[in-house]
């Protein structure tokens, strides 16, 4: 059975080993492994501990193998009240294609940082672009070109 719960600092280190895991198996088809390892290199258990005091990170854990399998967060999108910002999600790539992607983004939609926002900004990696779109998320401005990150802005905007 599929669970999801708030993040502990504890569960940092196999947050930080789902992340890789997944960027060199699934990210691996759209960026290059060095641009990988460098964006790895902001994606440590210690990263995710210090993130997790100024956003909510959810973890999704199957239970049978009692193991992490997706993470995801949502916080103020540079510090705005009514702005927030989507980051760091992840599903293990032997448990994508079966709905716990949408499951996480229905679970971060449901936060108090998505409710308080008028607009959810979200970047995007070319990788996730179809999936973010079919949650409903748009390009920012209309502008549909990587930025210098290497990754798609997009938003939506929630109706109060």
């Known amino acids: ?7 502990k600092d504890s569960d940092a280190e196999e947050i930080a080993s789902l992340v890789k895991e997944t960027m ?15 964006d790895l290199k902001h994606l440590t258990a210690q990263d995710f501990k210090e993130r997790a005091k100024n956003f ?19 916080g103020a999108y540079w ?8 980051f760091n999600i ?13 499951r996480l983004i229905q679970v971060l939609e449901q936060d108090e940082y998505f ?4 607009r959810i900004e979200i970047p995007a990696s070319i990788t996730g672009l179809g ?14 070109t990587l ?7 997009l938003e939506k905007f929630n109706k109060k």
Do not use: P, W
């Not at 009692?66 to 993470?71: C, G």
């Not at 599903?91 to 294609?97: A, K, L, T």
């Not at 999936?131 to 549909?144: C, L, P």
């Open 24 to 38: 060199l198996t699934t990210n691996i088809k759209d960026y290059s492994k060095e641009y990988l390892d460098n």
């Open 56 to 74: 909510h990170c959810y973890v999704f854990i199957d239970d049978t193998v009692s193991k992490i399998i997706a993470v995801g967060s949502i």
């Open 90 to 102: 992840f599903v293990s790539s032997e448990y994508q294609g079966q709905g716990i992607g949408k």
């Open 79 to 86: 510090g705005k009240q009514d702005e927030s910002s989507l």
């Open 147 to 153: 930025d210098d990150e290497q990754l798609y802005r």
């Open 115 to 118: 409710e308080r926002a008028t």
């Open 131 to 144: 999936f973010y779109q079919k949650m409903g998320y748009a390009f920012k401005n209309g502008q549909s």
């Open 1 to 7: 059975m599929i669970q999801y719960r708030s993040f």
